[in-house]
């Protein structure tokens, strides 16, 4: 009560006060407080009369702008008429439209806020299981006064509480009852909507993750794409000039075979140079069985692609392979011991790797047989390699049966934004049970 007198003075003064950024404060013409005992010998008050005196002079000077603070609303005096005659006083002030803040243990009063417009009750948070207060304000509900509650956790003996509720009547025991079990789901609700909101912004931590790392995903997409298919067109752009060159001199020396046949070895050597040297067969992986980690160098199931782990989140591993950055599972990847990848990256070029596509690349996948999920991994292989090497259509066999792998492949690749449309193959030579894949 007296905080909120306090704050409202400071801010009424020009000074900053410790709330929320979002709070909003009024500004009032008066201030009127009834807090604390004022009675006086020399006035002959006692301190119910000082309390009347003051509401004397609050019920004749307020204003629909003035912030009314009373603590202990219509207290000392008997209760039966103390009760009544606060809760005529609030009614006159309500009516006035009067602003302010009232703590009473009046149960009249209680009820007369829970029924009449302009009023609202609240309370402060209490853990009823340790007695003790939570300072919490709940807007809505009337609090109790845990008298009974109280008295029994400081130690007042049994016989004199057993007799007190005997006193206070059936009906005032039920009402205390009722507003303590209000109170215990206050608690819980409080308890539950501080849960909720940890789960929620956990949610939306991980949605950012998730987009995030998505977004990151699709530029590396791009970015491997596009330098594999400047490349590869390198490759076939050198190839065609040697052709060339070769096919000028031979017009040159006017077909001479003896020079021709020169030529065409040359031409030949030359070609070999763009693609894979016959390699040796490869040393077998030594795969650890220890945990991966950062710096770690892994390899690509069932390739021969190989990087060095950068950073691990979850169950996904951040790749350097040459001069690109990928994302993949951590399940689809080996480790190995650096000696190894050392003698697999001297061995594998980027070059090598896409001159050794495009000779051996085939137009078509044979998916028939195969479970859903296989075949979806293999389909985003094969798309992802034709797209890189600029095929204008690839051809997938997947079978007619009952249609559902035909139909899962086919809304699979129509995700991808360079697919321009997808086709059934002619009825005499296998209808919907292939699909021609065309790409933009």
Do not use: C
Not at 151 to 178: C, F, M, P, W, Y
């Amino acid at each position: 009560m007296k905080t909120v007198g306090l704050l409202q003075i400071m801010i009424q003064s020009g000074l900053l006060i410790p709330v929320d950024e979002a709070s909003e404060v009024g500004i009032f013409d008066q201030i009127f407080a009834d807090i604390g005992d004022d009675q006086s010998i020399e006035s002959d008050l006692s301190t119910y009369s000082a309390h009347l005196t003051k509401m004397r002079y609050f019920v004749a000077h307020a204003t629909p702008k003035s912030l009314m603070l009373i603590d202990e609303f219509g207290t000392g005096t008997d209760p039966q008429f103390g009760g009544p005659m606060a809760e005529a006083v609030l009614e006159v002030l309500n009516n006035k439209k009067v602003r302010g803040v009232i703590t009473t243990h009046y149960s009249n009063l209680k009820l007369f806020a829970g029924d009449t417009e302009g009023l609202e009750n609240a309370s402060m948070l209490f853990d009823n299981t340790r007695m003790r207060p939570l300072y919490v304000l709940e807007i809505g509900k009337p609090g109790s006064s845990y008298a009974f509650e109280i008295a029994q956790n400081i130690g007042l003996q049994k016989e004199v509480l057993e007799l007190a509720r005997k006193k206070t009547g059936t009906n005032q025991n039920r009402i205390d009852s009722l507003l303590v079990d209000l109170e215990r789901e206050k608690k819980e609700i409080y308890d539950r909507k501080v849960q909720l909101a940890n789960q929620q912004n956990k949610a939306k931590n991980l949605a950012a993750e998730n987009e995030k790392l998505k977004q990151y995903l699709e530029e590396n997409k791009k970015v491997l794409i596009k330098e594999a298919k400047l490349e590869a067109q390198r490759i076939i752009k050198d190839a065609n000039k040697l052709v060339e060159n070769t096919i000028s001199q031979i017009k040159e020396q006017q077909a001479d075979k003896i020079v021709t046949k020169q030529l065409r070895q040359n031409l030949q050597k030359e070609l070999l140079n763009h693609q894979v040297k016959e390699e040796k067969k490869p040393e077998p992986i030594v795969v650890s069985n220890t945990p991966i980690e950062v710096g770690d160098w892994v390899q690509l199931r069932n390739t021969e692609t190989t990087g060095q782990v950068l950073e691990i989140n979850r169950g996904n591993l951040f790749l350097a392979i040459g001069d690109l950055r990928s994302v993949v599972k951590k399940d689809r990847v080996e480790k190995i011991s650096n000696k190894q990848a050392k003698k697999v990256v001297q061995s594998n070029s980027f070059s090598g790797r896409i001159s050794d596509a495009i000779t051996n690349f085939n137009a078509e996948l044979d998916l028939r047989g195969m479970r859903g999920e296989d075949a979806i991994y293999e389909v985003e292989k094969y798309l992802d390699k034709a797209i890189m090497l600029g095929f204008p259509y690839v051809k997938i066999i997947h079978g007619k049966g009952d249609g559902i792998l035909r139909k899962l492949i086919r809304e699979y690749v129509r995700k991808y934004s360079q697919v321009n449309r997808v086709e059934d193959e002619h009825q005499d030579r296998g209808g919907d049970g292939i699909s021609y894949v065309y790409f933009n």
